[in-house]
């Protein structure tokens, strides 16, 4: 079956550094991916669309100079927050959608806890 | 505006007993749904789609239109259907989901 990757699973750095989140598509081309948002005992939050080849579309009020996203291949996109600070501690999960799909078809990788001090 | 609310955030029942978990939506233009689930520990994983009309793992969900629902439905509870469900709304086929807030199952033995 389809399997996305997220790296890492987990990680604490201290505020104003910049953390990278890797999401990968294992057995499969994808040119779009997803990244999403959750708070603990909330809901997943879009905050943007990443295209192979392009910018990245952002959600209203997600700020594009703050989390990076580059979709270099079709089975790698990478978000990276940059000058992190503890209000962007979250839960950041990544999806992928495989090509001719249209999005319609999603997997979804583990997520990746971020813990900012 | 396009939402997608689930009214209970818990809901807890028998083994063997039947289960609805109940979502409703909000969107202008012809919908398409989802159910997700999420078991203990792992990553989130379709369940089902409405266009597909199929039945997964003895759940179905029914589009109605006209009361803008979408609720997910199993006749017999099993212990391992205890996990967190989202109904999820992908408008005009754009991928970008729109997710309701989750409802948990706990099914007790």
């Known amino acids: 079956g389809a399997v996305v990757s997220q790296h890492p699973s987990w990680v604490i750095c201290k505020s104003g550094t910049s953390v990278k989140i890797e999401c990968r598509s294992l057995d499969f081309q994808a040119t779009t991916m997803f990244w999403y948002r959750q708070f603990p005992k909330q809901s997943l939050m879009l905050m943007a669309t990443s295209n192979e080849g392009s910018k990245a579309t952002y959600e209203q009020g997600v700020e594009k100079d703050k989390f990076l996203i580059n979709h270099a291949s079709l089975t790698l996109s990478t978000l990276t927050v940059t000058s992190a600070h503890p209000e962007d501690s979250s839960f950041y999960i990544c999806s992928a959608s495989p090509l001719a799909t249209a999005g319609e078809t999603q997997y979804f990788g583990p997520g990746t806890r971020l813990l900012v001090l | 505006a396009q939402r997608v609310t689930q009214p209970e955030k818990l809901l807890s029942v028998f083994k063997g007993a039947p289960v609805e978990l109940k979502c409703n939506y909000s969107?202008?233009?012809?919908?398409?749904l989802f159910w997700y689930v999420q078991y203990s520990r792992q990553r989130l994983q379709l369940l089902l789609r409405?266009?597909s009309r199929e039945s997964i793992k003895g759940f179905t969900a029914d589009l109605n239109k006209g009361e803008t629902s979408f609720h997910l439905k199993k006749p017999f509870a099993q212990e391992e259907d205890s996990a967190m469900y989202y109904c999820a709304l992908n408008p005009s086929n754009t991928g970008k989901l729109i997710f309701g807030q989750g409802t948990t199952l706990q099914v007790k033995p």
């Open positions: 409405h266009i």
């Open positions: 969107y202008s233009g012809s919908p398409e």
